[in-house]
């Protein structure tokens, strides 16, 4: 049921607020963190804060990992992520983890060491510091899809029966891609023709 | 003419990919690294390279920054991105400056000292680390639309004559908000009515 975030820093607290806006209850997420100021400030927002370093399975265990249906690991180091990454897993073999790391060259360390999903930070930003230069528009929009609850939201969800045999470009929703059978189409493949149910799309959603 | 960058790790890197992808040629990139071996790549790769620190005016002054069409700010550390972006803005008072920084607090330091668009690292990774906890599929969405030239690629664009009078959803490319004599619509508001001549659009296109 609960969400364990390992690392309560800007990017902790980032990852929680997305979390929240998606629908996690705010009583299911446990967050790990060496910092007591850190943790105490968790826990009077309602999270449940175990002071600790979640790279030691001792402090991970008392997180109820082998429970948790979902782990993410914002550190600040990128060696602190690969000993995380590898702890979570010794304790959970199939809990899906989320995990950032800084340097495009440790992303693969990462996989390795059991991660499902990988953000590689500098190079995310590397690229929106590039399309800033030229199209400055595009740094807001790329915020505001990422931020949920407002204005326009990046959301992955299954086609509803209203929308089965509807063209991609029909809904309310602006359709970005539909996953189908493993694979995945863009908005504008032929190959997509009308939607079935089952179809995952991602989306904009105007709010 | 051209572009400064400053800093050749990942997240310069990155940032220069993207500026090639939209249309800045190589002969116009100018890079500063510290690193002499850092540099001896970029100049290899046919950009001007120049070993220093882009924090001091003397430095800064062999890339003849007066004269650049934008900055880059793309440190490692928040205090070298301010101090960097100091000198620029003192040796060039009116450059376009896009920069980055890890943590949250430090942005608007950036921007009190002379940046005009800046990335938060930790908060956009952060986002994304929650988002990719319920939406897998969103994150390879992100990372294709901030990777220009191939799959989907978010643009920023005037609208084009054979566009004006048409409808926000009827482009070819997916249309997500308008901007208008200042003010930036979302691709539903009932305002945009039809496309004017000089509206500034952010859609998504397909290759
Ligand atoms: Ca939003
Ligand atoms: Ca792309």
């Known amino acids: 049921q609960h ?15 997305a979390l929240l806006a998606n629908g996690t209850d705010k009583e299911h997420v ?9 943790i105490e400030e968790a826990n009077s927002l309602g999270f449940t804060g175990i002071v600790g370093d979640a790279g030691r399975a001792d402090v991970l265990r008392r997180t ?7 782990v993410v690991v914002a550190a600040n180091r990128d060696d602190t992520a690969v000993l995380i990454t ?4 010794q304790l959970n073999p199939s809990v899906p983890i989320t995990a950032s790391v800084r340097e495009e060259e440790n992303a693969s360390l990462l996989r390795q060491s059991g991660a499902d999903s990988v953000i590689t930070s500098s190079s995310t930003s590397g690229r ?11 740094v807001a929009v790329v915020e505001d899809l990422l931020t949920a609850g407002h204005g326009l939201d990046l959301v992955q969800r299954t086609v509803t029966s209203a ?12 359709v970005l891609s539909v996953t189908r059978g493993g694979r995945t189409l863009r908005f ?11 179809d995952v799309l991602v989306v904009v959603r105007s709010n």
Do not use: F, H, N, W
């Open 3 to 17: 969400v364990v975030v390992c690392g309560y820093g800007t990017k902790g607290r980032s990852a929680i607020r």
């Open 30 to 38: 446990v967050v790990v963190d060496p910092s007591p100021t850190a």
């Open 64 to 70: 109820s990992i082998e429970k948790a249906r979902a």
């Open 86 to 89: 590898l702890t979570v897993r």
């Open 128 to 138: 929106l510091l590039g399309l800033a230069t030229d199209s400055p528009r595009v």
């Open 163 to 174: 929308e089965v045999g509807m063209g991609a470009r029909q809904l309310r929703d602006v």
């Open 188 to 198: 504008d493949d032929a190959a997509i023709g009308t939607l079935q149910s089952e």
